[in-house]
């Protein structure tokens, strides 16, 4: 059986591996167009801020033995060609047409089963000046390494990052420093626009200004324009010019379909090469993975292209068995995404509220904060996190968290249950492991489940600090009451205009203070208080209470700005 | 309505609290016989170790505030009685007898329904010198206080500790340093024999010998004898005399269960209060929840006895709102456990190996080793992960987890996936968040998952390490065939009679030095290239190949003992 894999980074690496545990004799044969072979290409925001100090760090197996054509044909019994591009697929024939790059000498190579890693390329927006130097991606270690030299050599001090996805993020975080002013421009009113909903946004924009990025939102770049050595030395956007030393541009990934369309292979609707299950592409001779194809989404059934590593080594392996006739399914995907930056860890699974809505679910949302671990622990750190669900059973959407704490633990049990369609009440019941330094007795995960359920049945009602706003800014009178302790208050007293200021602890005998006549929110650090302190006042018979979801955690990300 | 919580630790305030925010009206009184509220116990050997410095970071607010009597009479409108104890149930005319325990004075209080938050006791051995002076439990904050005041007053360089449970194996690492040597008496064979399998328990093991504590295993206490002052001085075991200076009773807690039993209340097998999934007595108009109550498991469906802060917490809500007509039903446990000892993250979800067998179960489990995040990330550790699964669906029984790494976050996972009735195969699809700082592309529970399923399904074959020394120790002729790279051999040569070295690269050209006439046992770090290369040497021919399971990652705690 002869298999030839198309892209030797991720997908045919892992295919290649797994086919050949399953079979001793298969002829694999990978080709890639680069030089450079199963790479982590999530690493290169970690190089760039020297977190990795060698970039074949991110080319060596955990035991330290590069991954290099000797390692696929040793380890693997897979033969390599690198600096070999394909060019044409001869389905009727089963052959494919490759070329070395350098030498452009061609050679037609039999297949039984062909894979496509063919991978993705970056998006460069149609604007004047991007081939200008000292414009880079960061899509390939020499991108990652270019850059690197680049900002060492010339001690760069200004940079402009073009986008604020995954990438335009961790390298803004990877470049800031004390010594390098990043400015970033993204065309959207918020930052991490595929990843966050508008409000879980706000608290990473925040501390991104907080760490002295000078963030430029609703900002479209209209042109990069260069030196008389033709190298990039000023943006010029939508608010106006500014001035920089380099740019790297991080507007996306599309997927890298040529071969496949010019072979007559299905191009789904979002661009990136279709395929069933089985990861199997309309001629069931040939499988398609990684960033170059299409996945389907667990909650709304939809094809979707979210590129990501984990998913395309799940991938490979699944093409792998189907090959050999185990009967693999691919299964579909909620979007798993997270990332480290600015000291925040920040991820999203299942859909966002905007996009939740957007497809006419009815949606309720929470939006808690608490502790990672106890507070008498020494290394604790807030997280917040953004559940969605169905309004009338409950089911979970999605969720968002974004925190200086261990917010991924909870994606991932997010993540899990969703997998498993959980509603919120389930969450309610979820047995994590709690000991202090992992969690507090009532984790902050479980804290969002009862919140978001209290919410949907009534028990209680939150307002979301963009509503507070939005309220107050029409006009309208509100009080906003402060329940924190005193010495809270100093530390970070309020300056939105009516604010009352009564500790939980006094108010059940001050509760005749509180204004009757405006909607009360009330306000604490992390949420909790304010609950309770709207339970207490309900049970005094006001109805028109709210508690100000997420606190100030959630809250101070948006009154800074005031 | 008049809600009586009698105990006011844990499962008291959080029935308050929840009740409160429910009801404005109810008359709510918390009954607790010591003096101290609402505290984290689970934080008093943290105390010990010096992470937290002050005594009463454990019963504050994360906001501050002290849990004491005003905090609940202000914050939740509850009125506490302290240093008063329940005496005396009447259930016809629903009152309580209860006496101020320093003044002797009786009062008889009406409720109109009861919550028995009574906890637990620490379960003594009926041993000569239980009493003697230094014998210590560290079951209330007194007893952590008295402790430490203790082994700091008289700098006190032996101290014994009676059991391996969670409290014993927290207190050895409190206590252990440099300074103070710890020894450790367990009567079972294995530290943690509650929590994990004999297995995952040698890695613990390991790791507290590295770290300089005398483990005794199979060592039962015989009697704790004194010096002329009638302080302990020496322990009496099985294996011999230990001179000590003090010593820690962690034998385990049993429920505090005697005025429930007075009163008629029915007791479950496990000791504990038999409990209805509402958390009601068979009074109902009584309910219990917390270190007095049984729980039920999530998998066995039988009754268990599983005292934890966290569940606590839950029953209270659970409580709480069936206390309301609110149709609160608490689920079933898993029995997740976690503790943070000698830098190792360890724990436990569902059944372990040697209870899933002892009930019957056709049990297929795997051993697995890998790293929390990638290895060119700054900040990696090893997680070794044991999962237990029904061999004909491959549904999960249980997990367990070890290591340096963080394995905390995959037992949250594994607790959630339990929840939903996960199979092994459903493990492999989870969509779980992957950057560099948090996971591998393949994450290490994946791979675990992975494993079993190719064992289960005969894909590959694994073999323990204690199988493999137990047919060593038989006489078997064996053959190790070590395929790490030779520096790795270099630092850490295996000493075991009959390993043959060949690093994975060179095997598929050495492969026929391997010996065929014996069972040959592929081994490496972690145990993924023993995998590669048991597959590459069966594609070659040999039928007769195994992989050892988790690498030495997991072989090193036993082969330290050859």
């Not at 044909?73 to 600096?83: D, E, G, I, M």
């Not at 595929?194 to 706000?202: G, I, V």
């Not at 608490?370 to 059973?393: C, F, Q, V």
Request: net charge negative; aromatic share 4%.
């Amino acid at each position: 059986m002869k298999v030839i894999m198309i892209g030797g980074v991720v997908v045919g690496p892992k295919v290649s591996a797994r086919l050949r545990r399953l079979n001793s004799d298969a002829e694999i044969t990978i080709i890639e167009k680069g030089t450079l072979l199963s790479y982590g290409a999530c690493g290169l925001p970690l190089y760039v801020a020297n977190l990795v100090p060698q970039l074949d760090g991110l080319m060596k197996t955990s035991y330290g033995v590069l991954r290099d054509t000797d390692f696929f044909q040793s380890q693997k019994n897979a033969k390599v060609l690198t600096q070999t591009e394909a060019i044409k697929i001869d389905r009727v024939n089963k052959k494919v047409l490759v070329r070395h790059v350098v030498t452009g000498v061609e050679e037609t190579l039999d297949y039984d089963y062909l894979v496509l890693g063919t991978g993705a390329i970056p998006s460069i927006p149609p604007i004047p000046g991007v081939n200008l130097g000292q414009v880079f991606t960061l899509h390939r270690p020499q991108d990652a390494q270019a850059l690197k030299e680049f900002i060492k050599a010339k001690k760069v001090k200004h940079v402009t990052v073009m986008g604020s996805g995954l990438i335009g993020i961790e390298t803004a975080d990877a470049l800031s420093s004390p010594r390098l002013k990043v400015a970033l421009c993204e065309a959207e009113s918020q930052v991490l626009p595929k990843l966050l909903d508008a409000d879980m946004a706000q608290l990473v924009e925040r501390q991104m200004k907080l760490q002295g990025v000078d963030i430029r939102l609703s900002c479209r770049v209209k042109a990069l324009e260069g030196d008389a050595d033709g190298n990039v030395c000023r943006v010029q956007t939508e608010q106006g010019v500014i001035e920089t030393e380099a740019v790297v541009i991080a507007t996306g990934v599309r997927p890298e379909v040529g071969l496949a369309r010019e072979a007559g292979l299905t191009i789904g609707i979002t661009g990136a090469i279709q395929v069933d299950e089985h990861l199997m592409t309309n001629d069931p001779f040939i499988y398609a993975g990684g960033d170059c194809a299409e996945q389907r989404h667990l909650i709304t059934g939809e094809p979707v292209y979210i590129p990501l590593a984990s998913t395309a080594n799940k991938q490979g392996r699944v093409i792998a068995d189907h090959i050999m006739g185990i009967s693999a399914r691919y299964a579909p995907v909620e979007g798993t995404s997270v990332l480290q930056a600015f000291e925040l860890n920040i991820g999203r699974t299942g859909l966002g509220e905007a996009e939740a809505r957007k497809r006419g679910y009815n949606v309720v949302t929470s939006v808690s904060s608490g502790l990672d671990s106890t507070h008498y622990y020494p290394m604790h750190a807030n997280i917040t996190i953004k559940l969605i669900a169905e309004k009338e059973d409950g089911r979970l959407l999605g969720a968002q968290v974004c925190g200086l704490g261990d917010g991924v633990k909870r994606l991932d049990v997010l993540a899990t249950a969703l997998k498993f369609g959980a509603k919120v009440a389930d969450l309610i019941d979820l047995d994590l492991a709690y000991a202090p330094p992992f969690a507090t007795a009532i984790d902050v995960l479980i804290h969002a489940a009862t919140t978001l359920e209290n919410m949907r049945l009534g028990v209680a009602q939150g307002i979301t600090v963009e509503a507070f706003l939005n309220r107050l800014q029409a006009g309208e009178k509100l009080c906003l009451l402060d329940v924190r302790e005193p010495d809270e208050v100093a530390a970070n007293p309020l300056s939105i205009e009516g604010t009352k200021v009564i500790a939980l602890g006094e108010l059940r005998e001050r509760w005749e203070e509180v204004p009757k006549d405006s909607l009360v929110v009330t306000v604490c650090g992390l949420g909790i208080r304010g609950y309770d302190a709207a339970c207490m006042l309900k049970g005094k018979g006001m109805n028109q209470v709210v508690f100000l979801q997420g606190g100030l955690s959630v809250a101070n990300a948006y009154f800074d700005k005031i």
